[in-house]
């Protein structure tokens, strides 16, 4: 069953499921996922303000959001880009004269194209630097 990770608005704090706007979604694949479940915490929230209907929701504490950046996502991610990386600097090491800067923009073209990893510390980012004491917005996973 496919993951993903969601930032997501609730019109405010009392999180009722029919008041939350998706602000971005990312595909969490199994790996990450499965290093992720010791952060994943669950919630009951109501469906709506009218309701006695509850639901549940996995989210991430936003305290918990540089652990798994530190701890688990640039770890993959360099783990997904290190031979790529590694190709370039070999490739400048046997040219006479390497352009540094084209090395330099070879290398950070693959750190952009690292794909999955990339999106969900974009994600993250966006939790950090624009919602980051806003709690009518999570992260969660579902």
Not at 36 to 56: G, M, P
Not at 74 to 94: F, H, L, Q, S
Not at 132 to 139: A, G, K, R, T
């Amino acid at each position: 069953m496919s993951k993903n990770i969601f930032l997501v608005q609730y019109q405010d704090q009392n999180y009722f499921d029919d008041t939350s706007e998706t602000i971005d979604e990312v595909y969490l694949n199994e790996e990450v996922y499965e290093k992720l479940k010791d952060y994943i915490k669950t919630r009951e929230i109501l469906e709506s303000k009218n309701s006695t209907n509850k639901t549940l929701i996995n989210y991430i504490e936003c305290d918990d959001i540089s652990n798994i950046v530190e701890n688990i996502l640039i770890p993959t991610w360099i783990r997904e880009i290190e031979p790529a990386w590694i190709r370039e600097i070999e490739k400048a090491d046997t040219e006479e004269k390497a352009d540094t800067e084209i090395i330099a923009a070879n290398i950070e073209q693959v750190m952009l194209s690292s794909g999955n990893i990339s999106n969900i510390l974009d994600l993250l980012n966006l939790k950090r630097n624009n919602y980051n004491n806003d709690s009518s917005v999570l992260v969660m996973v579902g």
